[in-house]
């Protein structure tokens, strides 16, 4: 399967290109801005190409079979640069995926965008964004699957977690995140679904499949 990912050089893009281009199953290309990202990528594993968020990105996606968006502007981003990435970008890729006949797509989004109001007033505008590219994911009759982590850490992955709905305030290291979505690609019974994630005492795959 060609798997795109968009947020590439972010650090859960980092760790999710270098698990699929080091796989069988999987072909990693990555979606970057700058050319001197390029040699990274490569050294992961992945197949960089040129684009931007902000600008038309027909030419990455097409092909594709699969779409992983993990591009974030970071809870403590303003507004209105949340807005561009997070929300408008997210929805520029759904809808390039839609128009391109790429069929598989699977969000990064974040733990507390089913309710925006509800999280804590300084990160608002972000649960925003997110509920609104999910919702926006949701209608477009791609085969998507939402994935709503807790608090990223940057500790070593476990290969364990807890998977649902309604689990409460948690954290949960990139690296599972980035495990999580490699599985995901692989097992159908994720799709239409909106899957939170928390660390936990579960194996990442059997997880995944129980909450599905």
């Known amino acids: 399967m060609d798997v795109l990912v968009i947020g590439a050089n972010g650090q859960i893009g980092r760790l999710l290109v270098e ?3 080091n796989g069988e199953r999987h072909i990693a290309h990555a ?6 990202q390029m040699p990274e990528i ?3 594993g992945g197949r960089p ?3 931007d968020l902000e600008e038309n990105f027909e030419d990455v996606v097409r092909g594709m079979d699969a779409l992983v968006f993990t591009a974030g502007s970071g809870a403590h981003t303003g507004p209105e640069k949340t807005i561009d990435v997070d929300q408008n970008g997210a929805i520029r890729a759904v809808d390039t995926c839609v128009a391109l006949e790429v069929p ?3 969000m990064v989004s974040s733990m507390g965008a089913e309710d925006p109001g509800s999280g804590p007033e300084n990160i608002r505008h972000y649960l925003r964004a997110k509920h609104v590219a ?4 949701r209608a ?4 998507y699957t939402i994935l709503r982590p807790g608090r990223l850490t940057d500790e070593p992955g476990t290969g364990r977690i807890r998977a649902g709905a309604g689990l409460g305030y948690g954290e949960i290291p990139r690296a599972d995140v980035a495990e999580a979505i490699a599985l995901c690609l692989d097992m159908p019974e994720t799709q239409g ?3 939170e994630l928390l660390s936990g005492d579960t194996p990442i795959r059997k997880a995944l499949a129980q909450e599905a």
């Open 19 to 21: 698990i699929l281009g």
């Open 31 to 36: 979606m970057v801005r700058d050319p001197a």
């Open 42 to 44: 490569r050294k992961r």
């Open 49 to 51: 190409s040129l684009g």
């Open 104 to 106: 598989r797509f699977v």
């Open 134 to 137: 999910d919702e926006h994911l």
């Open 140 to 143: 477009s009759g791609l085969q």
């Open 193 to 195: 679904r909106i899957i």
